[in-house]
């Protein structure tokens, strides 16, 4: 969420970058803002007038009272202020509402250095770090692979579950585990406080972190309880911060987490398709950091090398992918992915994302900094250090060997019990 002071001061900037965004149907929103802005202030000047007014009249009650004269008439007067002033504090707050509703809709204002463009299709290559093995036999996908092995199961999972759904077994679900140690273990070295989070969160926290349109597609609400299951950890992470203010010696705030994530993926593209790359349900290893705003884009460096040296030491083929406008979600005001190779397809997917929301999230969560007695907003950074299917597709299709088996990256032996490859029982 933007600053209201920007409409106010700066309307056709706020404009700009909504037509930067390719989102020209939000453009009358921003005027509306400020017609029902101007209305909230017309309606604060008027309380405040009211009260002036009631603090004069009570000083002039008490100045005749003392010279013992008749103060009934001011006396009568007086009382009818606070009624006056009750209407207009209702009529106020319905608007606060009503312009906070419309403030969650107008994207954050994005970074200078974000490119242009309408979807994804026009994200800007930045890097490709490693380079693509080359296979002497037929390169199978991870289903195949998997169900070789006899490791991953979708049909039972679907009697079970549903689609979105698997059941991960022997050493690609110990291969599983063994991503997360790594993960924690590397953050930990880089700093990082480890955080075991609730995987639960209160709607008041998720309007922090996601947009309405975001929470209906998404979110698992639990029946009856005023809770939702946890789409990523950093959400926990960043809501356990709401309405805090953190002194600024305290800073940065440097956590990292583990915990399954569940995600409704309403209308996603494969969802209804066999594998572990996109589903329901997932283990994710996540980094945050509040920081000073000055230093949030040196966050944002940092960050996307640790993600980039984590594949690195995984030995998995990498590229950098500068999102572009049209692919910011509002929250954001720069992002980037990093995208691991599939020899199988022979492109590259999804695996990490990394974001700097600047301001917007810490308004909407009300997170502060203090610095001798000045208090002003946080920045907010996340990032996912590992997905462990995402990784794990990466992992089998790069390192699958003519017999099925899969090579574990040599990071992973000591948590693997010093097992190199993963063969069928």
């Given at each position: 969420m933007i600053d209201i002071k920007l409409i106010r001061e700066n309307p056709e900037?706020?404009?700009?970058?909504?037509?930067?965004?390719f989102q020209n149907e939000k453009l009358p929103l921003v005027d509306k803002v400020r017609k029902l802005d101007g209305e909230w202030r017309k309606l604060k000047y008027q309380e405040d007038s009211l009260r002036n007014e009631r603090n004069k009249i009570s000083k002039e009650i008490n100045k005749i009272k003392k010279q013992k004269k008749d103060a009934s008439a001011l006396i009568k007067k007086a009382k009818t202020i606070p009624g006056k002033i009750d209407k207009l504090q209702v009529r106020r707050k319905k608007l606060k509402e009503e312009i906070k509703e419309i403030m969650y809709k107008i994207p954050n204002i994005m970074h200078k250095s974000v490119p242009a463009g309408k979807d994804e299709s026009e994200n800007v290559e930045i890097k490709k770090i490693g380079k693509p093995k080359k296979f002497s036999f037929p390169v199978r996908n991870h289903v195949e692979l998997g169900e070789e092995l006899g490791m991953l199961n979708f049909d039972t999972s679907a009697k079970v579950s549903g689609k979105g759904f698997y059941f991960l077994k022997g050493d690609l679900a110990l291969l599983s585990m063994a991503l997360i140690n790594f993960a924690r273990d590397y953050m930990i070295k880089q700093g990082f406080e480890y955080v075991e989070p609730p995987l639960m969160i209160r709607k008041e926290i998720l309007n922090g972190v996601y947009s309405n349109a975001e929470i209906e597609q998404m979110a698992y609400k639990v029946e009856n309880e005023d809770l939702y299951l946890v789409a990523t950890s950093e959400h926990p992470l960043i809501g356990q911060f709401i309405n805090t203010t953190i002194k600024k010696e305290k800073l940065p705030v440097k956590q990292t987490?583990?915990?399954?994530?569940?995600?409704?993926?309403?209308?996603?593209?494969?969802?209804?398709?066999?594998?572990?790359?996109?589903?329901?349900?997932f283990n994710k290893q996540e980094m945050v950091v509040i920081c000073e705003p000055e230093d949030s884009y040196k966050w944002y460096n940092k960050m996307l090398k640790f993600s980039v040296d984590i594949f690195r030491k995984l030995g998995i083929p990498v590229r950098i992918l500068e999102c572009c406008s049209g692919d910011l979600a509002d929250l954001k005001a720069k992002s980037c992915d990093i995208e691991a190779w599939s020899p199988r397809q022979k492109k590259y997917f999804e695996i990490t994302s990394l974001t700097n929301m600047e301001e917007a999230q810490a308004r909407r969560l009300n997170v502060k900094i203090e610095d001798r007695g000045r208090r002003y907003y946080a920045h907010t950074l996340n990032s996912t250090v590992i997905a462990t299917s995402r990784a794990i597709v990466a992992i089998m299709e790069n390192n699958q060997q003519k017999d099925g088996s899969i090579k574990i990256p040599k990071v992973l032996w000591k948590y693997m019990g010093g097992k190199k490859v993963i063969k069928k029982k």
């Open positions: 900037l706020v404009k700009k970058n909504i037509k930067k965004k987490a583990y915990s399954m994530c569940f995600r409704k993926e309403i209308g996603s593209h494969g969802i209804d398709e066999k594998g572990i790359y996109r589903t329901h349900q």
